[in-house]
């Protein structure tokens, strides 16, 4: 009687808003660090944007976090709202980490594989940020979201490969006379990488959410 009575219950809409809201900062996140990519004076700024960002989608997290814990009846389950939540929440967390890494070193130029892969962290928070409204109608949306997530495995790949091009680049070129810039350039490489990382763990859980739903 309890099971029949709850799923004639209205499921809390709110969610969905929240990860829209998580959606933009995404996507205002990547496009600060394709920023801070360009390098010259005004980088540091550029940083500071992406450090705003960051806490701004802190700050929708935990309101997931607790709209999950007062809810009576959540959109799907609860631990897959965690873990699509948290996985957003790791990505920018991981551009932020780049930034700092950049701030730290107090880096101004980067290499032509950085700009690149900055490029494809933007197509990849764009492609996140377009189907986190279908999950309202996963069903529906399947066929897109599916080729949103393929999309953005793809990206992943393309990422690999511009790391291992870029580490290559650095140990051939500056590795040999400027030991310290390999440190730091390998180190904001494998920042963006991660990032991308980070993206296909959302599309990830979106895929299991599908798989779930159907």
């Known amino acids: ?12 809409d ?35 944007a992406l450090t705003s960002q960051e806490q701004r989608a802190d700050e929708i997290t935990r309101d997931v976090l607790l709209a999950v814990r007062r809810t009576f009846m959540t959109p799907f389950d609860r631990g897959d709202i965690r873990s699509l ?16 890494t950049i701030t730290l070193y ?19 928070a764009s492609l996140t940020a377009e189907a986190l409204p279908l999950l309202r109608a996963m069903r529906a949306n399947a066929k897109r979201l599916n080729e ?12 690999d490969q511009l790391y291992d091009r870029g580490l290559a680049h650095l140990f051939y070129g500056v590795a040999k006379t400027e030991p310290i810039a390999f440190i730091v350039g390998s180190k904001i490489y494998e920042h963006l990488e991660k990032v991308v990382d980070r993206f296909e763990d959302i599309a990830n859980e979106i895929s299991g959410l599908l798989i779930e739903q159907l």
């Not at 969610?15 to 004076?41: I, M, N, P």
């Not at 939540?85 to 700092?100: G, R």
Request: aromatic share 6%; with cysteine; net charge negative.
């Open 1 to 12: 009687m309890l099971s029949w009575f709850q799923a004639l219950l209205p499921k809390e």
């Open 148 to 159: 949103i997530t393929e999309q953005v495995t793809q990206l992943e790949e393309q990422s």
């Open 106 to 124: 107090e880096q101004r130029s980067f290499e032509p594989d950085m700009v690149a892969l900055g490029e494809l962290i933007v197509k990849t």
């Open 85 to 100: 939540i948290t996985s957003m929440d790791d990505a920018i967390d991981q551009m932020h980490k780049t930034a700092k």
């Open 14 to 48: 709110r969610f969905f808003a929240l990860f829209e809201q998580h959606g933009e900062t995404l996507c205002a996140g990547a496009q600060s660090l394709r920023l801070v990519l360009q390098g010259g004076d005004a980088t540091p700024q550029h940083c500071a």
